[in-house]
């Protein structure tokens, strides 16, 4: 059952022009990625922003955080590890916890998992960074908290103690 509900989350690419005018994107422009069930599987639609207002059905958007199934239940037995830390912070939607996701999206992208797809600028000027799954094909929508390197330090400790391990500054870190 894990695996056909991750397969249902496959999210497509961005569409070239607007689902509801059919007029097509300019470089930068702003749009709407909604997310919805139909006939048993998840599609995506892009709307420009005059035609967003009149979609009420749409179960998400990408100015939300991100688009991710919850975790398979055999993940829940598991060691908690980077993905799936990050898939539990991404279900619970909590504006908080920016920062970790963050961080271990950059992690899961060292580690070749996640490939950075696309950047975006939202409305409020934040930038949303949509990374795919190699393996699942997920889309990730991730908003880039633009941490100044202090910041970035302590989140990451903070991520690292989340994983089960032991902030940098703890004496005999063992080098990654
Ligand atoms: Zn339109």
């Known amino acids: 059952m894990g695996r056909e509900n991750v397969d249902n ?9 607007c689902d509801g005018c059919e007029e097509e994107f300019q ?7 909604h997310l919805r069930f139909d006939e048993g599987e998840y599609t995506r639609k892009d709307f420009c922003k005059k035609c967003r207002e009149g979609d009420g059905s749409a179960l998400s958007t990408w ?17 908690e590890n980077a993905e799936s830390l990050l898939r ?3 279900a619970k939607e909590n504006d908080e916890d920016l920062n970790a996701i963050f961080i271990l999206t950059v992690m899961l992208e060292r580690k070749k998992i996640l490939v950075e797809r696309d950047t975006q600028k939202m409305e409020d000027g934040r930038k949303l960074r949509i990374y795919e799954h190699k393996k699942t094909g997920e889309s990730f ?3 880039d908290p633009e941490l100044k390197l ?3 330090e302590h989140v990451q400790d903070e991520v690292v103690v989340l994983l089960g391990g032991q902030p940098r ?3 005999q870190e063992p080098a990654d």
């Open 9 to 17: 989350w496959h999210v497509k690419k961005c569409a070239k022009a």
């Open 27 to 33: 470089d930068k422009q702003v749009l709407y990625s």
């Open 63 to 79: 100015q939300t955080l991100f688009i991710v199934p919850p975790p398979p239940a055999e993940e829940v037995v598991k060691k």
């Open 88 to 90: 539990k912070l991404l």
């Open 141 to 143: 929508m991730v908003i």
């Open 150 to 152: 202090n910041e970035l």
């Open 169 to 171: 500054n703890a004496p």
